[in-house]
């Protein structure tokens, strides 16, 4: 990679050097496809130090921690992602995982997540394979069809499903974002944004929850809402994977963040310098 040139990084500071948040996620992206795992180690720490609530850098985070099967760890940045994403894949594959690894300890846990993931996607064969294996029924409950629908884009058959499963489990904060996902993409502005609203206050880290109220709210719910968003997801980047939304993320500046020019091996890991024995 290339390292940022210098119209890209922004006004400098003596001794500090600034650098767009896309470059720098672009980095740790390169290093974890060439294996260069403590290169994206120190870039990620730098990153996730000044941009706590970054989720995209939650998701490299599993990456790296799954690799030093740091467990505890890894559970923590799933349970993070699965708050702001309560439909976040690679969240609920790892939580799956990590109760297989604990035996009959995480059986239960185990259980739960390829449910959830098979629930999600009954069509695909891992998830068809693991929850199987767990002795799980494969016909197609209330749940897994109303992701079939959602999946298939039958967005006013979807609703009614989540509407009853959300009747039935108010507590199932994911079947609520499966509804307010359908019903956006149906058009039922004013049931969203009252729900989107509901949402937030009971969890003021759902990412769903805070583009609808950006697109749809009032002065007040935008302002807001751009706040979070850009705490959460300032370039977009997970809002564009997120199953069903279907909308382009509200446009934001792509924050700056501050490479320390005594950072030697943070410097290093950006390619804004050459090691010593390059």
């Not at 990679?1 to 948040?21: F, I, Q, T, W, Y």
């Amino acid at each position: 990679m290339d390292a940022a040139s210098p119209d890209s990084r922004g006004p400098e500071r003596p001794g500090v050097e600034m650098v767009p948040l896309a470059y720098w996620m672009n980095c740790v992206d390169d290093h974890l496809a060439t294996g260069n795992l403590e290169a994206a180690r120190v870039a990620l720490r730098g990153l996730m130090a000044q941009r706590p609530w970054h989720l995209a850098a939650y998701e490299r985070a599993l990456v790296l921690t799954w690799d030093r099967q740091n467990l505890d760890e890894c559970q923590s940045f799933a349970l993070r992602l699965l708050q702001a994403d309560p439909l976040h894949v690679s969240a609920y594959r790892t939580m799956a995982c990590l109760g297989d690894l604990k035996g009959d300890a995480g059986q239960g846990q185990a259980m739960q997540y390829w449910q959830r993931l098979w629930q999600m996607y009954p069509f695909v064969t891992e998830y068809r394979s693991q929850w199987q294996a767990m002795h799980g029924d494969l016909m197609l409950d209330l749940p897994a069809l109303g992701f079939t629908h959602l999946h298939s884009r039958h967005w006013p058959e979807a609703a009614r499903v989540f509407t009853e499963l959300t009747d039935r489990y108010p507590e199932r904060e994911d079947w609520y974002v499966a509804w307010l996902i359908c019903a956006w993409r149906n058009y039922r502005r004013s049931e969203v944004l009252t729900a989107g609203r509901t949402l937030v206050q009971h969890n003021r880290f759902l990412l769903a929850g805070w583009y609808i109220l950006a697109l749809v709210g009032d002065e007040t719910d935008q302002a807001i809402a751009s706040t979070y968003i850009s705490l959460l997801d300032p370039d977009g980047s997970l809002a564009q994977t997120m199953v069903g939304l279907g909308f382009v993320p509200v446009e934001s500046t792509v924050p700056q963040l501050e490479v320390p020019s005594t950072h030697r091996m943070l410097r290093r890991s950006l390619f804004l310098e050459e090691s010593p024995s390059a």
